[in-house]
């Protein structure tokens, strides 16, 4: 792992008033770019070739003369041949003369490797980076372990397929799409047989990842993705705010819930299950009585990072969780670096940030402040890892 009193010494020899904002161009970077911008910040996103020209073209940023944005929001995007190509050291030592404090999101974990970001990525970022390894769910500490360590609900486990007696969930990597998920359901194992042997056969899932799937029991009720960020520079309000709520727009499921049941039951084999993949969010607010559960999750895990993973939780991170009939959470998903579906959020803001900062709070734009109030009170290395 990078040592804090090397990343003390690379912001040592930063312009701390001409900070520039950098991230991975996919995933959550309109959000990162778009926040960046309302508090001053100017913008680079690191694209792939092939994928550069929603950043370099339809939201490049367009300023007058004296610098004030009158359109887009991301001011130079650096186009790669790989996302991979921000772990050279040259192109490191480039954000470093440019001032680059760079924003983690999951396109950046999963394009790069966990140990290049943790020993061989030389430049600042903001937030945890000793907490970003626990997405991987083959690693021994994943985020259900400290999920258990922090007594936060999560859905049980099942070992063996054979032990099927409810409706699960089974959760592997998509064998064909890299980022994506071959996650199907089942209710026993003869369904988990049939629908694994379909799957196997039409390559969406490889018997590998099949063997080391995680079984766990399916929690009936709506999808709330809790977007917190925690503030370690606050010293006189809540360092736990929530910011808003999204949830998913998945395909195919939710294609097949528009169909009729009869007409699902008519489909050849390969289309009658479901795929998961995720191609949008939207925005949802919780009923009030269940608000103050949702921030003791945010409590607790902030609890569970400061204890295991020294400093802990810096800025966003997202709870995905379940409620079921009896209004209960369970987490079925951690983020801890800000999560995929705050885009919904950008320049509207999320409604409870707005409410709590009386003006539009994406994100995105939380991360600008909270970077801008660090920078200001030299307090970076607070935020910074």
């Keep these: 792992m990078i040592e804090r009193n090397e990343i003390a010494a690379i912001v040592e ?16 970077a309109l959000d990162i770019c778009d926040g960046a911008i309302e508090e001053g910040f100017s913008t680079v996103a690191y ?14 940023t367009q300023r007058t003369s004296s610098g004030r944005v009158r359109r ?62 626990m997405e991987e769910r083959t690693e021994e500490q994943d985020y259900y372990w400290i999920l258990d360590k922090a007594g ?27 980022l994506e998920r071959g996650f199907f359901t089942c209710a026993s194992f003869e369904e988990y047989q049939q629908k694994s042997e379909v799957l196997l056969k039409d390559g969406v899932i490889d018997q590998a990842s099949l063997e080391g799937a995680r079984i766990e029991r399916y929690v009936i009720g709506p999808v709330f993705n809790l977007n917190f960020f925690y503030s370690p520079l606050e010293e006189e309000m809540p360092k736990l705010e929530l910011l808003g709520v999204d949830w998913r727009f998945e395909s195919s499921l939710d294609g097949h819930v528009r169909l009729p049941a009869p007409q699902q039951m008519t489909m050849p084999p390969n289309q009658q299950i479901p795929e998961m993949t995720v191609v949008g969010h939207n925005t949802a607010t919780i009923r009030e009585s269940l608000l103050e559960t949702a921030f003791e999750l945010g409590e607790k895990f902030i609890t569970a990072s400061k204890e295991h993973y020294d400093p802990g939780i810096i800025g966003p991170f997202c709870l995905q969780t379940c409620i079921d009939k009896d ?47 660090a920078a200001e009170q030299d307090r970076l290395l607070e935020v910074l890892t």
């Design 72 to 133: 887009g929001m991301v001011d130079k995007s650096i186009v790669l041949d790989s996302f991979n190509d921000v772990i050279n050291p040259d192109r490191q030592q480039k954000m470093r003369d440019r001032n680059v404090i760079y924003i983690p999101n999951r396109s950046f974990t999963s394009y790069s490797t966990i140990d290049d970001i943790e020993n061989n990525f030389h430049v600042p970022m903001f937030g945890s980076r000793n907490m970003l390894r």
């Design 327 to 373: 209004m209960k959470y369970y987490i079925y998903d951690v983020a801890p670096r800000l999560g995929g579906g705050t885009n919904v959020h950008m320049n509207s803001g999320h409604p409870y940030g707005n409410s709590t900062w009386r003006k539009p709070i994406s994100s995105g734009r939380r991360i600008a402040i909270e970077l801008r109030r």
């Design 152 to 178: 936060l609900p999560y859905p049980e486990a099942i070992a063996n397929p054979e032990d099927i007696d409810c409706l699960v969930i089974v959760k592997l990597h998509h064998a064909q799409k890299k």
């Design 13 to 28: 020899d930063y312009e701390r008033l001409k900070l520039r904002i950098g991230m991975t161009a996919s995933h959550s």
């Design 47 to 60: 694209c792939q070739k092939g994928r550069e020209k929603t950043y370099s073209e339809y939201f490049k």
